[in-house]
């Protein structure tokens, strides 16, 4: 039987596990500066308040925003608010081939296709995982444009994820890519308007089958 406390040192010690794996998580972006970040590929404006980030355009091409350095298995959190109309996306595992990003990328559509969390193969294959047919139905329904949306994306091994507001819909294997840097999307054409706040990352290490 257990007394009063070992009760108190079970909810003690579940509640510091708790904070530890929460601690795990790396904030981005936590400011109002984008320094070590990094501009390629078209023109887009893109701005950090209070951990915010706002990527408004582009021209020219595929405007990326990207991570200081490379990650290989990882978790993201992270909310968006994307308006009708825009194309974005979350590059990973990506790298530059010249003036040109290259890698995965976990799609934010504004469109009325809806394939955000779906994959795609900037700069090489196309879609890997579009987000067709009724087996996607709750996927596409999972996110309302206009409004903060919860988008999470695990990457261990070959084995890339994504969730919409806690429903799934990429999971999907592919070995091309190990690792990468991290980069935050506005797609060409001028009519994007997308937002990112409280961005955090995981690293961690993966699980090789024997």
Not at 91 to 120: F, H, N, P, V, W
Not at 139 to 167: C, F, K, P, S
Not at 178 to 190: K, L, R
Request: contains cysteine.
């Amino acid at each position: 039987m257990l007394t009063k406390l070992s009760v108190l040192v079970i909810c003690l010690s579940a509640c510091g596990a708790q904070q530890e794996a929460q601690n795990n998580f790396v904030a981005q972006l936590s400011g109002n500066s984008l320094e070590n970040w990094v501009h390629v590929g078209g023109k887009a404006t893109y701005t950090v308040t209070d951990g915010t980030l706002h990527g408004i355009g582009a021209s020219g091409g595929n405007a990326f925003l990207h991570s200081p350095r490379e990650y290989a298995d990882f978790e993201l959190t992270c909310q968006i608010n994307m308006t009708a109309g825009g194309n974005s996306g979350i590059q990973i595992r990506s790298a530059m081939d010249g003036t040109r990003l290259r890698g995965y990328q976990l799609e934010i559509d504004g469109k009325q296709r809806a394939y955000t969390g779906g994959l795609y193969d900037e700069g090489g294959r196309g879609w890997l995982q579009p987000l067709e047919g009724d087996d996607f139905a709750a996927a596409r329904a999972a996110m309302t444009l206009g409004e903060w949306t919860d988008y999470r994306i695990l990457a261990v091994g070959d084995h890339i994820q994504t969730w919409i507001n806690g429903v799934p819909v990429c999971d999907y294997h592919d070995d091309a890519l190990s690792s990468g840097i991290i980069a935050f999307q506005v797609h060409n054409g001028g009519v994007t308007d997308i937002k990112w706040r409280d961005i955090k990352i995981r690293e961690m290490r993966s699980q090789k089958k024997s």
